[in-house]
């Protein structure tokens, strides 16, 4: 059709809303302003801050980085009958196949934050971003659990 499309929600940590901090409703239109569309090549990534804010004027700071995937190939077309309504000989069959052109989509990651730290957000969602394309065997829970915990020492304590 004309590759214009509507975005998903695939994957979300927590899981469940926060009582302090609720999932933001209709992000996966925000992630993509222009629209879910398909295009014929890969597009570079893109990665963008935008400061929603909700009914309480609280900021909420959303860390967009948004890369481009191939979509499985549909299986070929034949166009493998002549004008009789009978099938052509081998040979003639394997030209006439229709191969689809590449198109690629869009796939998002999004940070929501209360707090105003791009230079992280992009660090971060690169970060998620590479273990996903190189197929790394790491689970994506515990790169989250494990970007999302810091330890701080107290002053003139024990580590």
């Keep these: 059709g004309s590759g214009d499309g ?28 222009s629209g879910w569309q398909l295009f014929p090549e890969r597009n570079p990534p893109t990665f963008f801050v935008a400061v929603l804010t909700d009914i309480n004027s609280e900021r909420h700071y959303c860390a967009c980085f948004t890369f481009w995937e191939a979509l499985e190939s549909p299986q070929p077309q034949s166009h493998a009958r002549n004008g009789e309504g009978e099938e052509e000989e081998e ?38 971003y590479t273990i996903y394309v190189d197929g790394l065997s790491v689970s994506l829970e515990n790169v989250i659990g494990n970007l999302l915990t810091c330890t ?3 002053t003139g304590g024990a580590q």
């Design 152 to 154: 701080i020492p107290i």
């Design 91 to 128: 040979g003639e069959e394997a030209s006439s196949l229709v191969q689809p052109a590449q198109l690629f989509a869009p796939k998002s990651l999004v940070l929501v934050s209360r707090l105003d730290h791009a230079e992280v957000f992009r660090n971060s969602l690169g970060l998620i």
């Design 6 to 33: 509507q975005g998903q929600i695939l994957q979300r940590f927590p899981e469940k809303d926060w009582e302090d901090n609720p999932f933001p409703q209709g992000i996966e239109l925000f992630c993509q302003p």
